[in-house]
């Protein structure tokens, strides 16, 4: 590992390690912050990152059919699908009167599928879209990793906090609803 340092004792953000590091954390940890920003202000994951990750799975998945691309076991594969099951279940849910089968036994099962399924789905399409991932150092994976978890958390904070830097003008202008706890200002 080269952890090469300028003549100030500062990393050299020239270094391959380095700039994959930046790369994934910065990528990583603004989608980590959206979701916790969400989570935060509505109490909800909205359904266009839902979409995001079915979308990103998808190919992920479809191109390691088609093309020499990672994953490479079925295992694997199958855990890309878990975002296509989110999406079946709310179809039979919202479109069919599920009357013989129990609403709440559909989606206990699909919370506990996705549930037990979403950190390994999180963590394939990590080394599989960022494949410098694996091969960094366990330090630069451990930067990489906090990172992501700081900015959920920040997100989250802010999200609850929004009040705090934000008024309901900014939400209407950008087509949210409105957090229950938005500042009233211009309106």
Known sequence: MDTRHSG?????????????TLLIAAGSGAVA????FNLGA?????????????????????GSLIADLPPRTWLRRLVLLVPSLWLLV???????????VDVR?????????????IPYLGWVLFTV???????????????VL?????????????????????????FKVSGNDLPDNCRRGLS
């Open 129 to 143: 879209i960022n494949p410098d991932f694996p091969n960094l150092s366990r330090r630069h994976r451990g930067a």
């Open 33 to 36: 912050f959206a979701i916790g």
């Open 42 to 62: 509505f109490g909800e994951v909205f359904f266009d990152q839902v979409f995001t990750v079915w979308v990103v799975a998808t190919i992920v998945f479809v």
């Open 90 to 100: 709310s179809w039979l849910h919202n479109t069919y009167d599920l009357k013989y």
């Open 8 to 20: 100030t004792g500062q990393r050299d953000a020239g270094v391959p390690e380095n700039r994959a």
């Open 146 to 170: 906090i990172a992501i978890a700081v900015s959920l958390v920040i997100g989250v904070f802010f999200g609850a906090n929004n009040d705090a830097v934000l008024t309901c003008h900014d």
């Open 105 to 117: 036994v559909v989606t206990a099962v699909s919370l506990i599928v996705t549930g037990v399924a």
